[in-house]
């Protein structure tokens, strides 16, 4: 498998209206822009730095899976993110090394980009996502 770099950190917020001066104002970084993602019931913010990003995850569902992840743990880092160049090889090396993936075929995420996710039992409780863009 070949990881590129960590693309983003996702951070569950319960309002990215209500967060992101802190990230645009108080730390400076340029808001990039948002976007829903009906599928996942999730709404994002991204705002790079350097070669990554950290992309801010609303719910727009109570039982969406950030509502839950919220509910449960409360706000805060919820993934971290990979690029890998190519994410069918990756997750065919990855279940073949045994461990337990969320995502066998990868979904498109924010962004147009592949993403799957492995499950936190197999990675020590963090919640890592693969993505590949083009």
Not at 19 to 33: C, I, P, Y
Request: glycine letters at 10%; proline letters at 3%; aromatic letters at 6%.
């Amino acid at each position: 498998m070949n990881v590129l770099k960590i693309d983003h950190l996702g951070v569950a917020v319960k309002s990215i209206d209500g967060v992101k001066n802190f990230w645009a104002d108080v730390l400076g970084l340029k808001h990039e822009g948002s976007e829903t993602v009906a599928e996942q019931k999730v709404t994002t913010a991204f705002f790079p730095v350097g070669e990554s990003e950290i992309e801010l995850l609303e719910s727009t569902a109570e039982d969406g899976p950030i509502a839950k992840y919220i509910d449960k743990k409360g706000e805060g880092i919820q993934h971290v993110a990979f690029r890998v160049a190519n994410i069918e090889e990756a997750l065919a090396e990855l279940k073949a090394k045994g461990i337990k993936l969320i995502d066998e075929k990868p979904r498109i995420g924010a962004g147009g980009a592949k993403i799957a996710f492995l499950h936190p039992k197999a990675t020590n409780g963090v919640l890592v996502e693969l993505c590949e863009r083009d």
